[in-house]
């Protein structure tokens, strides 16, 4: 049985941290619910960059339900979770990560064709190649948190049982063992820095081919369209990897306390949240699809 640290002892603190993560937990089922649902009942939604919006709301949905009630109970109550429950969470987790991670170069390659190569875009990504990414960020994020859950097992567990955390993580997991972790941190960073690092160099450098494809159109109405296509992923990606990022290389410095948990509460509780504001708002196609759903004539 593991004990997960609480933010903080003072109970008018605790009142307040429990409404603000019951709000984004709310915002993130309802939020990435409509997305799924409107996309799924809009025809006119049915192409490719809808296609992995959808993917990353179910992985959003997955990572809320997995981490914030634990969370939220930890806020009222002592918090306790068993071994196997830490071992299943702890593999939730990484996979949906994991998977984020992936699919995020995938939304980026999506929108590289899109703007560079248009009239290669139905050719390039058709239906099947776009259920062909799916199934690899699915199943490569699943065999990355089988690998790195199951270097967990032989590990022996004999001395303090409070996590520093306030959820089962690979690296706060591994500070609590009696056994050498050298190969378990050596994994994580290898792991990592395929995951979070070489993705993110493959989402730039398809970044970096749009912006110079948008900055040779010559109508600002065209330029000002598709910036306005790429920027919330722009700006989800940069959010989303610097976290991650951080969180799995700086073990190796020592544990800094109270910024790993609000480093942590970036990609686990808030991204989720803002993802269905930041992909949604600035979308017109998206916004007249979700109106007809709510006030069909």
């Not at 980026?108 to 990414?133: E, Q, W």
């Not at 190796?252 to 269905?276: E, F, Q, R």
Request: glycine fraction near 4%.
């Amino acid at each position: 049985m593991f004990i997960l640290q609480s933010f903080v002892d003072d109970p008018w603190i605790q009142d307040a941290l429990f409404c603000f993560f019951f709000i984004l937990f709310m915002v993130a089922i309802v939020g990435n619910g409509l997305i799924i649902t409107t996309i799924h009942r809009s025809p006119s939604l049915h192409t490719p960059m809808y296609f992995f919006l959808v993917n990353l709301a179910l992985m959003d949905v997955i990572c809320t339900v997995t981490v914030l009630p634990k969370v939220l109970q930890s806020l009222v109550t002592e918090n306790t979770i068993s071994y196997g429950g830490c071992l299943i969470q702890m593999f939730i987790f990484s996979w949906v990560l994991g998977s984020e991670l992936l699919l995020f170069s995938a939304m980026a390659y999506d929108r590289y064709l899109a703007i560079c190569r248009p009239l290669h875009y139905g050719t390039l990504m058709s239906g099947r190649v776009c259920v062909a990414l799916a199934t690899f960020v699915w199943f490569t994020g699943a065999l990355n948190s089988l690998v790195l859950t199951c270097l967990v097992l032989p590990l022996s567990f004999c001395g303090p049982n409070l996590i520093t955390h306030f959820f089962c993580e690979i690296p706060s997991v591994l500070m609590l063992s009696c056994s050498p972790t050298f190969i378990n941190d050596i994994m994580t960073v290898i792991a990592d820095m395929f995951l979070t690092g070489l993705n993110f160099l493959l989402t730039m450098t398809s970044y970096g081919f749009i912006i110079a494809s948008i900055l040779r159109i010559r109508s600002a109405e065209g330029k000002k369209r598709a910036f306005s296509t790429c920027s919330a992923h722009l700006i989800v990606v940069t959010l989303y990897y610097s976290t991650v990022l951080y969180t799995y290389v700086r073990p190796a410095l020592g544990t800094a306390g109270v910024l790993d948990k609000a480093i942590a509460v970036l990609y686990t509780t808030v991204t989720p949240s803002l993802n269905p504001l930041i992909y949604t708002l600035r979308n017109k196609e998206f916004k007249t699809s979700f109106k007809k759903l709510l006030f069909p004539q």
